[in-house]
Every structure is written in C-alpha cells, then in structure tokens.
C-alpha cells in the first residue's frame, strides 16, 4: 500500500536559518503530493501542493519540488522565522478514484529558536 | 461557518461510555473525511464519504466506531464504549467535488479515563 516515510524530529534551529525536511513516498499510482502544516493549538493547514512530477509547490516561502525519480518531495524554505515553529505534515493523495484520502507521513516538529 | 467545524473541542469520558463527536463540513463540499491523530499512530484515516455513495469504511478500527452524514452534510462519528486507547484528537475534513484538497477542522480532543 501507500506509505508516506518524513524524517523525524524535532527539528532545531535559529532564526533566518536553511530548513529542509525529507520526505520519500511509495505509491502504486502517480499521486499529489502535499504538505500540511499544524500550528501549535490550531488545526491542519494545506501549506503547498504538487500534482504531477517536476511540479514545484510553494507558499510563505516554502518550496516542495516532485521529483518522481527519487519519489521525494522535500519541503525547504531559505530563512525560517520563529512563527515557523508546527509540526509539518507530509502526505500523498491517489486522486478521485481513491477518494482522494490523504496518506500522512509522522510528521516532523520545527522549532525556530530567536 | 467559512472553515470545517468539530464539536466538541475537548471530551473527557469514562472508559465504556459511548461518545459522538460532530462535523459540519464546509457548505458546498460533497467530500468529508474522518482522521485519528494519536501520539503513537500519527495521523489515520478513519471513513470517507462522497456524496450519496457507500461510505469508504476502510480505516474504521473496530466495530466500535461508525459514523454517518445525514442530509449530505453533518457528519457524526460515534464511538461505543470507549477504550483509553481511543484516547486522540479526531479530525474532520472536507473537500469538493472536484477539487483534491482537503481542508481539516481544528479536531475534537477526545481523553478516555
């Protein structure tokens, strides 16, 4: 079946800092790609999204590249602020013909130090 | 409402009580979905439901659990007598017809004691 697999955290870094979180998938289909994001005491948040390979999804100066060789979508951003600091989410989707469920990776803690 | 909506946000029930969590899904959206989020599972997918379709019941971990959606819209999952295992946050999502994204509601914190 689908598997999501995104290195675990947490995650720890300074303010204005490089972020990358690595995130593989095994699907049996060509899936979409996402990233949701969960801010403390809030709900999930689509944060960027790919639908085909090459696609590059961006969004608050994130940016997550399909690249279908390697079956990865690793979600960057060049300079991370303290309200960056969530648990990232990264998930695929088989499309309408699988109802479109989302498949969730563990997830991975970021925390922006000042 | 603009977003999904979850009642309540906060439940603390005895073990062997029975508990209903709601969803009112975002107007206009045919899809709605059920996710578990536990410290030790991550986030699960629980049911599905498109329309006036069968419910995709796949994730539904025991018989326990069920769920409906009356009228297309609201949706209740219902939890029969609760284990501590049942213990996690229960998100509702919704999407279009359409459309595959899916947008979640800020989940129903459920404690079993």
């Known amino acids: 079946g689908d598997s999501v697999t995104q290195m675990e955290g947490p995650v720890t870094l300074s303010e204005e800092a490089f972020l990358t979180i690595n995130c593989t998938y095994t699907?049996?289909?060509?899936?979409?790609l996402f990233w949701y994001v969960q801010y403390p005491g809030e709900g999930l948040q689509l944060l960027l999204k790919?639908?085909?390979?090459?696609d590059k999804g961006s969004n608050k100066g994130f940016e997550a590249t399909y690249r279908k060789e390697t079956t990865s979508f690793h979600l960057e951003k060049g300079s991370v602020q303290v309200s960056d600091s969530a648990v990232y989410f990264c998930?695929?989707?088989?499309?309408?013909?699988?109802?479109?469920?989302?498949?969730f990776g563990g997830g991975t803690r970021v925390l922006v130090k000042p | 409402g603009a977003g999904v909506s979850q009642s309540p946000s906060n439940k603390v029930t005895e073990k062997g009580k029975d508990v209903e969590l709601r969803c009112d899904p975002i107007s206009g959206h045919t899809a709605l979905y059920w996710y578990r989020q536990s410290l030790g599972q991550g986030l699960e997918f629980l049911i599905y439901f498109q329309g006036n379709s069968a419910p995709d019941k796949s994730g539904l971990p025991s018989d326990r659990f069920s769920a409906e959606r009356t009228g297309g819209s609201v949706s209740t999952l219902t939890i029969q007598r609760t284990q501590q295992e049942d213990s996690a946050v229960y998100l509702c999502?919704?999407?279009?017809?359409?459309?595959?994204?899916?947008?979640f509601g800020e989940g129903s914190w459920l404690t079993v004691v």
């Open positions: 998930a695929l989707s088989d499309g309408p013909a699988a109802g479109n469920k989302l498949t």
């Open positions: 999502a919704s999407s279009p017809n359409l459309g595959n994204t899916i947008y």
């Open positions: 790919a639908t085909k390979a090459d």
């Open positions: 699907a049996t289909g060509y899936p979409s």
